[in-house]
């Protein structure tokens, strides 16, 4: 049979770096999905302080994940 795969988006950010950001998605994400296979990076974005340093660092991720074989039970 052919491997099936299915893509989620998802969000999530960090205040250290675009990295940290991608990688607290990813662990995120493997607590409840199996197999994930690879990642793309939808978009980075972040905001920023009244100082004008970036305060946080948002991305949006495309994650594809291997869909199960079902089994039946008689």
């Known amino acids: 049979m052919s491997q099936i ?3 989620v988006t998802l ?3 960090s205040a250290t ?3 940290d950001a991608i990688g607290t998605v990813l ?3 493997a607590e ?3 197999d994930i296979q690879r990642f793309v990076v939808v978009s ?3 905001s920023v302080d ?4 970036a305060a946080e660092y948002h991305v949006t991720l495309e994650i594809t994940f291997t869909v199960k074989d079902s ?3 008689d």
Request: neutral net charge.
């Open 17 to 19: 770096s675009i990295e």
């Open 50 to 53: 009244s100082a004008g340093v």
């Open 27 to 29: 662990g995120r994400a």
């Open 71 to 73: 089994t039946t039970h």
């Open 32 to 34: 409840t999905i199996a």
């Open 11 to 13: 969000s999530g950010a």
């Open 5 to 7: 795969t299915k893509t």
């Open 44 to 46: 980075i974005d972040g």
